[in-house]
């Protein structure tokens, strides 16, 4: 059974901290991970992209993957209250041709 | 203005009725995928399409039908079939040129009466 497992939240985190969105994986040698940024009524937008261990930096965001542990985390620095949005993992797993699997998302909550 | 178009935005549903989904794309992009969002849950495959006229069954096809006579659209069909139709559809797309990324439409909110 392929399963991306996150924590539902909300995480509620004052304006200005750091927010921190984890995420697991069942599958050892997946190689593609991805965090998307869903608003309320909307689609999910494309945030991060990370295939390599270690850190991934775009701006405010930071992508970590640690495939030994099959995990992956997202962290947001200086959250805002425009940051308040679910936030959903989605993994590409061996065998399955650019077949995402998502996680069910975790919602973020930033308050000023 | 390049992007993935999902219409119609709303969409209202009898029961026995069959509805379809459009999607359409102008980015050049290869696949193209259905996926079905309901309540506190993350996205489920439908349907998706590598090349024009080759599709493949998702996680939870059944009750659904797709087809791709053209690269940039893939229509979707809700079949009466389908005992739980109500949901949030959204169309997804990928390029070579993006390498795995996948990018979605604004998606349709469906809804039986």
């Known amino acids: 059974q392929k399963e991306v497992e996150q924590n539902s939240g909300p995480l509620s985190v004052p304006e200005g901290a750091i927010a921190s969105l984890n995420c697991t994986y069942s599958?050892?040698?997946?190689?593609?991970f991805f965090w998307y940024r869903q608003y309320s009524g909307k689609s999910p937008e494309l945030i991060m992209s990370i295939y390599s261990n270690g850190d991934k930096e775009d701006g405010r965001f930071t992508a970590q993957l640690n495939k030994a542990s099959q995990y992956v985390s997202l962290l947001i620095r200086d959250s805002q209250p425009s940051d308040s949005a679910t936030y959903l993992c989605a993994v590409i797993f061996s065998g399955g041709y650019n077949k995402l699997i998502f996680g069910a998302g975790t919602r973020l909550a930033v308050h000023p | 203005d390049g992007g993935i178009t999902q219409s119609p935005k709303y969409l209202f549903r009898k029961e026995g009725q069959n509805v379809t989904l459009s999607c359409e794309q102008n980015l050049n992009h290869d696949a193209m995928y259905w996926y079905r969002q309901d309540p506190g849950q993350g996205l489920r495959l439908i349907y998706y399409s590598q090349i024009v006229n080759d599709f493949q069954k998702g996680d939870i096809a059944e009750g659904y039908s797709v087809s791709r006579e053209k690269k940039e659209s893939f229509p979707l069909t809700v079949t009466s079939a389908q005992k739980n139709p109500t949901a949030f559809y959204l169309c997804?797309?990928?390029?070579?040129?993006?390498?795995?990324?996948?990018?979605f439409g604004p998606g349709t909110r469906l809804t039986v009466l």
């Open positions: 599958d050892r040698v997946s190689q593609s």
């Open positions: 997804a797309s990928n390029g070579a040129s993006k390498g795995n990324e996948q990018f």
